[in-house]
C-alpha cells in the first residue's frame, strides 16, 4: 500500500469519521436490532431463534436469555404474559405411571385436562392423550373406537383405555432423531427440544405408541386460555412444524404437582409417582397389581402400566 | 487454469444447442418454477397444505425419494460391467449413467427437504455444529451415505472427464478404488434406505428382513428401465452412439431383476396371508381394504398387473431383444415400480396406526405440484450433464493445449 | 312432651329444613347424655405399614351434620323397617343385606359403627366401608385406589370413599363424555363401516 501522504491532523480527522461512522452503524444496527420487523420480533430475536443451540448445548446464560426470548415471542404471538422456566429433575426420581382400567369410565377428562394444561393448539389437532373405547374381551387394538361419542358412558360391554407417550426406557423415537432433539431425562421423561426439531417426523415413524404428534399449523391458543406457567421442555408455545408429545406435565411434576391428566380423573384411575420410592403408590401397584403394558413384546421397556382390579 | 476452462467449457456445453434443446429445457424450466411457487406456499403456511397428518406422516414426498434412491443406486448397474467386467460398449455410457445417479439422488435429497416441517433448522444436521445422531440414526446415516454418493458421483466423472478433455490418459491406479467404492456405495444407499423403514418394529409392514433385498431387487428393474429408455432418446437425438449391446445387457439385468422383485412380492404376500395375524393388517389393507376403506387397492393391483406384463415381456428372449415391446416393458415396469415402492410402500405403513386407527392420505395439489417440480428439476441437472459429457466423450469439447496469440 | 308430640314436630320440620331443627331442639327436652367425643372413636390399625394418609374431611360437605341436631329428639327404634325420611333412606347398597343402622351408631347418631360397635367418625368413614370391602381398603390404604389430591410428592391427602361414593347409592352413575378427537384441519374423518357415524351403544354386530 502507498504510504498515505496525508499530514497527521488530516488522517486524525480522518479516523475520527470513521470510528463515528462505524459507531453510528453499531448504533444503527442496535436500535435495528430492537425494532420490531420479522413477524413482530426484533431482528436480535429472531438473529438469536435462528442460531439457538441445541438445550444441552447452552450454558446458564444461554438458557436464560432463552428463556426470556420465549417469554417475549408468546406476547407477541399470543398477547399473553408467560414465565418459563429450565426446572431441572429432582435426584432420585423416576416417573412411573399406571391406569387402572377397572376405574376408567372414558370419560376423556383427562384429554380435556391435558390440552388446557399444556397449552396445546386448539385448532392444530393436537392431543397427546387418546381414550379407546375397547370391546370386552377384546384388546386388539385395532377393533378398538377411538372416536366413540355416545349418549354416556361407559357403555354397555366396552372399556376403556387412554393412551399417551409411555416414556419407554429403550425408546425408538430417541434412536430415529437424525438431530438428537428429543433424548430421556435423568427422572425419565422424554423430551423433545421444539426449537431443535427440525420436523422429519421420523420419530413419529418410530413411535409403537402413537404418542408424538405434529404441528401442521400454527397452534391456536386463546389469549385467555394459555396457562402461563411454562417449561421450556414442556408446556411452553411451540411452533409450526415440530414435533410434540406428552411430557409428563414436565412443568408441574418436577415441582412435585401431579399431571394434569392425573389431577382431572375424577376416579383416581390414574397412578403417577416415583419409581425409586418403595413406598410410592406406582410400586404398590408394580409390586401387588396384575400390571402390563402395552406391546411389551416390542421390547420398549415402557414406563406406562395398566392393570385391572 | 485449465480446471477453471473445463468448468466453463463445460458450462458453456451445456447451454448451447438446437432450438428443440432450448425448447425442452424451457419446458423443464416453466415445471420447476411452479414447482417452487407451490412450495413457496407450503413454506408459507406450513405442512398442513398437504394430505398428510399425525396417522399418516409420511407421504408421496418420501414416497418419491425412497424411489429415486432405488434410480440412483441403479447407476451401479453399468458401472460393474463397465469396470469389472471390461465391457468397452457400456464404458461408452457409463458417465452418462453417473449423470443420472445424480440427478436422482440431488432428488432424492429435494424430497427430504420438502417434506421437512423446519427447514430452515437444516444446519441443525451438521456434525459439529448442530448435532449430528450419527450412528444411532438410520436418517442421519441416509444423509450421509447419499451425500457421499453425491460427491462420488460427481467427482470421480469429474476426474475422467477432465483428462479426456485435456486429451490425457487418467490414471487408473488413482481412479479404480473409488469406482470400486462407489460401487459398495451404491449397494449401500438402497439399504440404509430400505433399513430406514424396516428398523421400525412400529411399523409391521416394513419391519421384515426382506425389505432390503425387496429394495435392491426394484432398484435394478426401474433403474435399467430409465437407462435403456434415456440411452435411446440420447442415442436419437443427439451424435452419440449408444450400441445395442448396452440396452440389451441392461435388459437382461432387468428381466433377471424384475422376476425377483416378484418372487420377493409373493413370498411377503404367503408369509402374511397364510396366517393372517394382526401384523397382516396393512397388506391386507392395501391389497384388498380393510373395515371399508380401499383407496389404494386399485393402484396396487394395476401396478402388480403392470410389472407381471413387463416381466413377461422380458422374460420371452424375442420379446426382450425387440426394440418396441422392450420400451413398452420399460414404460410398464418404471410406473409399475413406482407405484408399489412409492405410495404402496410407505402409506400402507401407517394403516392402520399402532392404536389400530385406520385413517387414509391422498396427496393434495402442492405435494403433487412440488414433486412434479422436483422431477423437473433432476431431468433438468440430467440434462444439462449429459450434453456436457456427450461433448466430452465425443471429443468435440477439448482443452486448446496451445495458448497462443493467434488462436480462437 | 308426649313422643307424638316430638313426631309432629319432626313432620312439621320435614317441610322447612335447618331453622325448624333447631326450633325443635329448644323444645326437646331430650337432652342429650354425656356426647362422644373423637376419642371414643376409632382408627383402623390394620395396616402398620402403610404411609400415612391425611382424609380430605367429609363433615363439611354434609348437609345434614351434625345429625344430632335432628335425632337428639328422636327415640331410637332399632326395629329394620322400610322408611320415609328426608333424607336418603333409599339402601341401594349390599342388594337387601344393609340397612341404615348396618352403618350408623344406633345410639350416637353423629357417628359410625363398625362390626364390633365401635363408633367412627364420619371423616374416617373408610372404616366402615373396609369392614366389608377389605381389598378395597386395603388398596386405598396404600393410595392406589380413590383420589389422591394436591401433589404426587410429600404428604399425601387422599378423599374419602364418600367423596366419591354415595353410601347409600354406591355405584358411579354414568355421564357423557367430552368430545371425541379431532382430526388434522382440512381433513376429514371417516367411519369405517364397522362403526357408527357418532354413538356407539355398543349394538352393532363385529
Known sequence: MAKDSRSKETQNKFDMARRNFLRGIGVGAAVSMAQPAWGGQTFGDAFDDFFQKHYKKMTADEMQETLLRIERKAKIRY????????????????????????????????????????????DSQVQYIRVLQMDQGDSNLEHSDHYYDPEEVPVAGKYYLPVQCMQCDDPPCVKACPVEATWMEPDGIVVVDYDWCIGCRYCMTACPYWARHFNWTEPEIPTDEINPDTHYLGNRPRPRGVVEKCHFCIQRTRKGRQPACMEACPTGARIFGNLLDPDSEIRYVLENKQVFRLKEDLGTEPKFWYFSD | MAILRFILDGLREMFRGSRNYWLWLMVLTVVVAYGATRYAQQVMNGLVVT????????????????????????????????????????????????????????????FVVVDLGRPDRLWHMIPFIGRFNWPMSLLAWDVLVLSGYLVLNLAIPFYLLYYRYRGKEANFRLYFPFVVLAMFWAISIH?????????????????????????????????????????????????????????????????????????????????????EGAHAASIHYLF????????????????????????????????????????????????????????????????????????????????????????????????????????????????????????? | MSAHRSKTLVVAARRVHGIACVVCLSFSPLLAEESPTAAD????????????????????????????????????????????????????HGRGRLWCLSCHDFENRNYLRTFLNELVDLDEAHVVCGGCHANRHKDWAYGVHGKRVADWQGDRTQYNCTHCHNAHSPAISPRAPKEPPPVRAGLKLERGKNHDAHSDNGTEQK
Open chain 2, 51 to 110: 394430505g398428510m397428518s399425525d396417522q399418516v406422516s409420511w407421504g408421496f414426498y418420501i414416497a418419491n425419494f425412497a424411489f429415486l434412491v432405488g434410480i440412483a443406486a441403479a447407476a451401479v448397474l453399468l458401472v460393474i460391467p463397465a469396470y469389472i467386467f471390461h465391457r468397452k460398449d457400456i464404458k461408452e455410457v457409463v458417465l452418462v449413467g453417473e449423470g443420472m445417479a445424480v440427478a436422482a439422488v440431488t432428488m432424492a435429497i429435494l
Open chain 2, 288 to 408: 384388498l381394504g380393510l373395515d371399508g376403506f380401499n383407496s389404494l387397492q386399485p393402484w396396487i393391483w394395476f401396478a402388480l398387473t403392470l410389472n407381471v406384463i413387463a416381466v413377461v415381456i422380458l422374460m420371452i428372449n424375442p420379446l426382450r431383444t425387440n426394440t418396441l415391446y422392450l420400451n413398452i416393458a420399460c414404460v410398464l415396469a418404471f410406473v409399475g415400480i413406482w407405484i408399489e415402492k412409492g405410495m404402496g410402500l410407505v402409506v400402507p405403513g401407517f394403516v392402520p396406526t399402532p392404536l389400530g386407527e385406520i385413517f387414509e392420505y391422498v396427496p393434495t395439489s402442492v405435494e403433487l405440484s412440488v414433486a412434479a417440480g422436483i422431477w423437473a428439476f433432476g431431468i433438468l441437472i440430467f440434462t444439462l450433464l449429459a450434453k456436457a459429457v456427450i461433448a466430452i466423450e465425443r471429443g468435440e469439447l477439448r482443452y486448446p493445449e496451445k495458448v497462443s496469440p493467434y488462436s480462437l
Open chain 2, 191 to 275: 439399504t440404509v434406505t430400505a433399513f430406514l423403514f424396516s428398523a421400525n418394529p412400529a411399523r409391521p409392514f416394513w419391519h421384515t428382513s426382506l425389505l432390503g433385498p425387496r429394495f435392491i431387487a426394484s432398484a435394478f428393474a426401474s433403474g435399467p428401465a430409465l437407462i435403456i429408455i434415456t440411452l435411446q432418446v440420447i442415442h436419437k437425438v443427439t451424435q452419440y452412439n449408444v450400441s445395442k449391446s448396452v440396452i440389451d445387457t441392461l435388459a437382461l439385468i432387468m428381466a433377471i431383476a424384475m422376476q425377483i422383485n416378484l418372487f420377493f412380492v409373493g413370498a411377503e404376500l404367503f408369509t402374511d396371508f397364510y396366517n
Open chain 3, 41 to 92: 372413636t376409632v382408627r383402623f390399625e390394620g395396616y402398620p405399614n402403610a404411609p400415612t394418609v391425611n382424609v380430605v374431611p367429609r363433615k363439611d360437605e354434609l348437609f345434614f351434620y351434625p345429625c344430632d341436631q335432628c335425632h337428639e329428639s328422636m327415640e331410637p327404634n332399632p326395629e329394620i323397617r322400610e322408611l320415609d325420611t328426608m333424607h336418603d333412606s333409599e339402601i341401594e
Open chain 1, 79 to 122: 398477547d399473553a404474559d408467560i414465565s418459563c422456566s429450565n426446572t431441572p429433575p429432582q435426584e432420585n426420581v423416576v416417573f412411573g405411571y399406571a391406569i387402572n382400567i377397572s376405574r376408567c369410565q372414558g370419560y376423556r377428562d383427562c384429554v380435556q385436562a391435558c390440552v388446557e394444561e399444556n397449552n396445546l393448539g386448539r
